[in-house]
């Protein structure tokens, strides 16, 4: 691509210095997994919270009127009166400009992200400020893009209509199917991962469940093998659930689990960065991650943000049975090191289920608390004990608005 449209092509020099790359390279094209983009979000929204008092209540004043009319605005679409875009306007000029420029986002003429679902109010913030963020759907196998948004079609819950040249298809199962002139001829020296991923009619599984909406744009819910259903019958995509809590910047990673179970429950990972901010400014003392995250005080605020979570599911007539009626907070971060995720930090669902299996247990028991103790690995290849004795707590259910109506 950089050779055909003659560009530049940057990359950043390790994850911890994206932001500070972003200032210094000032890109017209930016793509990055929503990963990166949930990582930058919780940055903003740290210093948001250090801020002066009247800095606060501006940014969250014309957040409101950004997330009101901002898309409507990027894309040029009608129905935005003047006083509103006299408001954005404003914003422009007080707030999305300066936070751009600091986020080394103001020259982005389009941006894309990919590789795993992002979440709609992720995607939904920097599109309202006036980041032209778009997704797109493909992978290696299929020689990257097999879906992709057009500018002025983009939509929070989807990722485009194929490409042309590219057929998809939703088998029984609601597993996506493709088949491209960019498909890939197969694995190397392994006839017989070929053979299982692509059938005799040329079509690649990709693994991934979705559908399409009525304008022929695709939806991905989430990986094929991990979408299920309630114990009552209704869908649950854990995916989903877990992008709306990893929305908000004090929870870093969640993991959702109610396949084949009569209610949803969930284990969560907070963001030392966010949280310990939060704490240090309330003047809560902690000596490190285990005693931040047993906290009453961290509770109640991570309980606030699931409760927020559930009133969202209660009107997706699909979701609302996925509300969550039970979490705690993990006594240390999911890490790559100890198989918790994958290097790409994407949950190893049934590694976890077998590994906090005592936990998922007092979950579903009705246990007020359970202790664990959980070997880790250092950096330095030494292996220790992390030990703590973990509060449960329960938070409020709505009820879905289509059975309210």
Known sequence: ????????????????????????????????????????????????????????????????????????????????GLADRFLY????????????????????????????????????????????????????????????????????????????????????????????????????????????????????????????????????????KDVGKMAGGTMFAPKYIENKLKFFPFIKEAVAFGDGRAQCNAFINIDMDAVGNWAERRGIAYSGYTDLAGHAAVYDLIAGCVEKVNADLAGDELLADSQIHRFLILHKELDPDDDELTRTRKVRRGFIATKYAVLIEALYSGKASQYIETEVKFEDGRQGKVAADLQIRDVKIFAPLRKAA
């Open 1 to 80: 691509m950089a050779h055909l449209t003659g560009f530049c092509l940057n990359c950043p020099e390790s994850p911890n210095t994206v932001m500070t790359d972003l200032r210094e390279i000032g890109p017209t094209y930016y793509f990055g997994p929503p990963r990166v983009y949930e990582n930058i979000l919780t940055q903003v929204m740290i210093r948001i919270e250090d801020a002066s008092w009247i800095k606060r209540t501006l940014f969250h004043s014309f957040m409101r009127v950004a997330r009101r009319v901002g898309i409507r605005v990027l894309d040029g679409k009608g129905g935005v």
């Open 89 to 224: 306007a404003l914003g422009e000029l007080c707030i999305y400009g300066p936070l751009k420029n600091v986020l080394g986002m103001s020259r982005i003429r389009v941006a894309y992200t990919g590789g795993e679902a992002i979440g709609p109010d992720l995607f939904d913030f920097y599109r309202s400020i006036g980041v032209n963020l778009k997704q797109l759907y493909g992978m290696t196998e299929t020689c990257v893009t097999v879906c992709m948004q057009a500018s002025g079609d983009v939509r929070l819950d989807t990722v485009g209509p194929p490409m042309p040249g590219v057929e998809v298809k939703i088998a029984e199962n609601g597993e996506v199917l493709v088949r491209a002139p960019g498909l890939m001829q197969g694995y190397y020296k392994r006839p017989d991962a070929t053979a299982e991923a692509i059938d005799a009619d040329g079509y690649f599984h990709t693994g991934d469940a979705g559908f399409f909406d009525h304008d022929g744009h695709l939806k991905i819910i989430d990986r094929a």
